[in-house]
Nanobody
Framework: QVHLVESGGGSVQAGGALRVSCTVF????????MGWFRQAPGKEREGVATVYAPSGGTNYADSVKGRFTISQDAAKNTLYLEMNSLKPEDTATYYC?????????????????WGQGTQVTVSS
């Protein structure tokens, strides 16, 4: 059973940076498709960034392009999201997701495994 554990959230002032991590347990390799999603209070969950491990291909929401970077460390079975130039509107709970069959995308579809979430708060 795949189990995802996020870490690294916290509070930062606008313009600052944070890195959140997601470690994969229960799977020998890094799942081929992984992503970061976020949900702010009163809003729907939205996709932030995804990565397709076999090719290294990435996809980002327009709102984070140029500021956020998704990456993986296969040796550590860990997914990262490097967040720079943070804005108050980036405040949300950030969730890691994975799918062995790559059924989901940044905008829709199925992600079979989810982490518990980590809070990111950006103050103005």
């Amino acid at each position: 059973q795949v189990h995802l554990v996020e870490s690294g959230g916290g509070s930062v002032q606008a313009g600052g940076a944070l890195r959140v991590s997601c470690t994969v347990f229960g799977y020998t390799y890094v799942p081929p498709c992984m992503g970061w999603f976020r949900q702010a209070p009163g809003k729907e969950r939205e996709g932030v960034a995804t990565v397709y491990a076999p090719s290294g291909g990435t996809n980002y929401a327009d709102s984070v392009k140029g500021r956020f970077t998704i990456s993986q460390d296969a040796a550590k079975n860990t997914l990262y999201l490097e967040m720079n130039s943070l804005k108050p509107e980036d405040t949300a709970t950030y969730y890691c997701a994975a799918d062995i069959a790559c059924r989901g995308t940044l905008y829709s579809g199925i992600w079979g495994y989810w982490g518990q979430g980590t809070q990111v708060t950006v103050s103005s």
